[in-house]
């Protein structure tokens, strides 16, 4: 079945460690997208990728980087530098053209103790 | 500043009733418009969207209406059933921008 996969589904990481959420979709989309969820507040995003080995920022990249190796995979690192990381992370592909909506996955609950 | 607004942070309506969600925008140079539906620990799943050239569009029991000159659009749920019950956001997107701006969400409660 297409779809797009995140993974893990739920992540604990120490203060001061950088930790890395997978993302991966079969379903030949250019675009690929990381938005994050804090409670109360909209999608907002961190970066996103219209093409293979190029990306840009989002409303809030700082602390995060991303990489686009592969079509099918957009991996998001969250380093040390982010100030307030626990949070619901999502990440999204779309066909990337215009009025094309944006296939979720299930996401990853972020937890920094 | 938020270009996409829900002002009603959460909404309950009986079940078999009509659910009228709202959302309000800024940029009057925002030409698609999409609805996302969301359980809790889940990602959203687009359930509508409406292109800036119409004013209605429609799909079974959802219907979403734009009033551009209002620069407000509205998602109607008839008659609603209790697995609406979810966070509803609204979000926009700009020519071919690859970007899609949110609303907060409305979380709709149905009552049985």
């Known amino acids: 079945d297409g779809g797009i996969t995140q993974s893990p589904k739920y992540l604990f990481r120490k203060e001061g460690q950088n930790v890395t959420l997978s993302c991966e979709q079969n379903l030949n989309h250019d675009a690929m997208y990381w938005y994050r969820q804090d409670p109360g507040q909209g999608l907002r995003l961190i970066y996103y990728s219209q093409i293979v080995n190029d990306f840009q920022k989002g409303d809030i990249a700082e602390g995060y980087s991303v990489s686009r190796e592969k079509k099918e995979s957009f991996p998001l690192t969250v380093t040390s530098a982010q100030k307030n990381p626990t949070a619901f992370y999502l990440c999204?592909?779309?066909?990337?053209?215009?009025?094309?909506?944006?296939?979720f996955g299930q996401g990853t609950r972020l937890t920094v103790v | 500043d938020q270009q996409v607004k829900q002002n009603s942070p959460s909404l309950s309506v009986q079940e078999g009733r009509i659910s009228i969600l709202n959302c309000d925008y800024t940029?009057?140079?925002?030409?698609?418009f999409l609805w996302y539906k969301k359980y809790p620990a889940e990602g959203p799943t687009f359930l509508i969207s409406?292109?800036?050239i119409k004013d209605k569009n429609e799909d079974g029991r959802f219907t979403v209406f734009l009033n551009k000159s209002a620069k407000h659009l509205s998602l109607h749920i008839v008659p609603s059933q209790p697995g609406d019950s979810a966070v509803y956001f609204c979000?926009?997107?700009?020519?071919?921008?690859?970007?899609?701006?949110w609303g907060a969400g409305t979380k709709l409660i149905i009552k049985p």
């Open positions: 409406i292109s800036s």
């Open positions: 999204a592909s779309g066909k990337g053209s215009s009025g094309s909506e944006a296939f």
């Open positions: 979000a926009a997107r700009q020519g071919s921008n690859y970007q899609l701006i």
């Open positions: 940029n009057s140079m925002f030409d698609y």
